[in-house]
């Protein structure tokens, strides 16, 4: 399963249409769409918020990227009831203290013990109300440089707790880590990878060690941060947006993107 | 001065660096980023929160698009409290009834007498508790096909009921109508154009006629869709993100718009 | 069926633990709680969220008082799904025209034609995704002095496009006008009646002749400021709460209802 | 200066017009207005918005309950800028480590090392923009059992790093320990006193020993949570609200809170 992240219904609509099979609410993007860090900064009512306007859009799950679960275990079974009630599908919990910060940042990434969060998995699980609804543990052990055993060490503890699958996280710029990591599983849950400083590593080359599922997790972000640069550059360089029209999207698009004439009949 | 339409604290941020003097806080592009369409039915309040998210990343005013008030007088009256708490600039209000459709869509665009619209904005500027808040009066009279004629005498009205600028829209492919407003119009108030289906008209020109502040609405929304369907479609063909990456912001160009190292010294 | 009226999850919480069946979400206790008149100033997104939040702490239905819709029939379509995905069990749309104003207050109360909101609620039907959503089509006829044969032929109307049951509202001092639609009513859908004015008529009267719920629509509302004035009136006379103390709820109360014991076991 | 604890508008209108000279937005009543435990759980974004409700409501300050910040340093700075661009008066922060518990509760309650707690006041106070914000540090020193000595060293640490006032909370059954901290405090700053467990101690005895504001803080809540189960219970019981009417406020009562007749005035 290939998974594009996004911050709105928009984005979300996008990768839909371009053929993704899920949409990853990135608390990257969605911090950055506010300018604030991704730091625990924003709240989970704000986060919950945009992976809600993003499941009403799109017929795809959304996979909520809920950071460390918000503080304690009292705060991860409180999350669980309200993504559930807001018809997430799925959600991630990392076993970073809170508050965190971005993986990326050159900065410490402290984690919890690991019986810790397995009660934390097992938490989150027991909260959920119905059947439709999936916890991913995530290992920040990479990111910490804890080291593949630890990090398989972790991800079974958090299998055996409840998990519905693991995500493997690393900062280097291979995939070395990941496919030890991979190669060490014993496959009794899904894995989810994220290929975001080891591009050159391919979903199919994922999947043949036993990846379930790629995230593409801030590209499109990345994406619209340049557009939005250009575009702006040259309009106000030009004073006319004449050198632009020919690059961006028509009305029409949007028109079609918001179902304009679907809404209208109903007053027609 | 020149503006530039934005729905987020991120594009609103990159209209600011690009050099742009004010943002438009967009209905259209608020609720394309929802994929709701542009005909009053996200609410206030949704638009409010995008405009003091957008408000609170920059150092230039947002002006909001409040598109009708959102219904009578009383919505109208709680609507400028509300903006003014949230700490917005200024709201340009249009002549249409409630609820309204985008001015591109091909439907009717049914207007209020005038004098209910004057006395809407009489409203508006009675309700505002501090000095530093604006209200722009938008006609939509060439919308509606009234013609120039109606367009002045109905801008003067506003003025009249104590508009703080006029704003006059047309979706005709030139900008010949509205050169013949500006050439009409004497001066008693700043002029507001919108050059989105006449793009070939520069700023130069509008401001040459005597307009004083025209607005780039949603060229940054359609660039985004653009941006985003390439960015997805490549990453999903390709099954890796390789082929983008050197045409997308880099992870530290997102960490720099999110101020994340001034955030972090909190901490050190 | 015996339903009280409240703002808030506690109020709900109240209401079910006294024995009432379910909760109205009323747009006049909600308005109230934010100081701010029951006139369509409040949006869509305001009244939602503290519906939902009703329903979230509740184990009995809740039917939320939508008013007029909000607006046109795309807003009407809009509010559903929205409600909808809220998990609110039933939404309650009156064929007043938007913006309304409370009923009880004096001014007139302009209606949309029967045909209009026949097609309302059609379109309130149609825009329902699941089974277990419910349409109640509120007719404010006697609000309007249009007597009960109106008020009987606009419900069959109602009844006709797809509504699930109709409510019948009066400001009257005495129940006869909602007796006489009661015996008149064919019986084809449930009636829900709402004695505010008349509360001399009661619940088993009412369901004598043939009401299936009866709404105690703000009661609560109006006890909580009695409560409150009395409360502080002696709190800040006596620069003391010691003589309150014997007539307020206890903390150990408040943590009952917050469930705090079984919260915190969680961390335990 | 004496405080009335409320959750909404209208708890915080009625505690002003029955003379409290200040509002404290209780996160215990917040909380318990959700029937969800005060644990932080809510998050800043929903006590924020009850708090700014409370605010555009009254002509007095609201003094906003923060519990610890709401995590770390950069949390604490959020929150300052949020709740000032909110507008509210003051903050209230206290020195136990998030997420907190209810002081009330029979439960253990960290407390932060008082160095860490005093730099998170100066990063508070240095996060303002205006000069017209306060912020209150309060030592949760006594809740946790460690004595008047360790509460006044912690008090002056925190009016060291720049609080503007200081808060002395006790759960005792006397205000033994607060008379004790009031006298042994040298009066740099204003002390804050909340008489929930010893009521039997009046504002004037509280004002004698050097306090300058004395909080009710959620006798408001707990007179409410009676009415509303009386209120209920006899309607349930009757089968009709004729056993209330007498002792609850009118509808014109409710009228005249929400303004009404002001409101309707601007539609004249």
């Known amino acids: 399963m290939r998974v594009a992240g996004a911050h709105d219904a928009l984005g979300s609509t996008l990768a839909w249409q371009a053929g993704f099979q899920a949409v ?4 990257f993007e969605i911090s950055a769409s506010r300018c604030l860090p991704d730091a625990s900064v924003l709240t989970m009512t704000e986060y919950l918020a945009a992976a809600t306007n993003m499941q009403k859009a799109v017929g795809i799950p959304v996979v909520a990227d809920v950071d460390t679960g918000y503080g304690n275990n009292l705060n991860v079974a409180h999350m669980v009831r309200e993504y559930e009630a807001g018809r997430i599908t799925a959600v991630c919990i990392e076993d970073k203290v809170y508050p965190k910060v971005n993986s990326f940042a050159a900065t410490s990434h402290d984690l919890l013990p690991v019986s810790d969060f397995a ?6 699980k027991a909260a959920q109300r119905g059947e439709d609804f999936y916890v991913i543990a995530r290992t920040e052990a990479l990111i910490n440089g804890l080291g593949v055993e630890e990090a398989l060490k972790r991800c079974y503890a958090y299998a055996e707790a409840g998990a519905d699958a693991v995500l493997i996280h690393s900062k280097k710029k291979d995939q070395q880590e990941i496919v030890e990591f991979l190669d060490g599983w014993d ?5 989810v990878v994220v290929p975001t400083t080891y591009p050159q590593w391919s979903a199919a080359e994922a999947e043949k060690h ?5 995230i593409y997790a801030n590209q499109g972000l990345r994406a619209t941060v340049q557009a939005l640069r250009e575009t702006f550059r040259t309009i106000c360089q030009d004073g006319t947006s004449l050198g632009v029209e020919d690059v961006i999207a028509p009305v029409s698009d949007i028109f079609a993107l918001q179902k304009l004439d679907e809404w209208l009949a109903l007053e027609a």
């Open 119 to 124: 009660r934390r998995i097992g938490t989150a």
């Open 24 to 27: 990853w609410a990135s608390s």
């Open 210 to 214: 036993g990846a379930s599922v790629v």
């Open 187 to 191: 496959g009794r849950l899904p894995v």
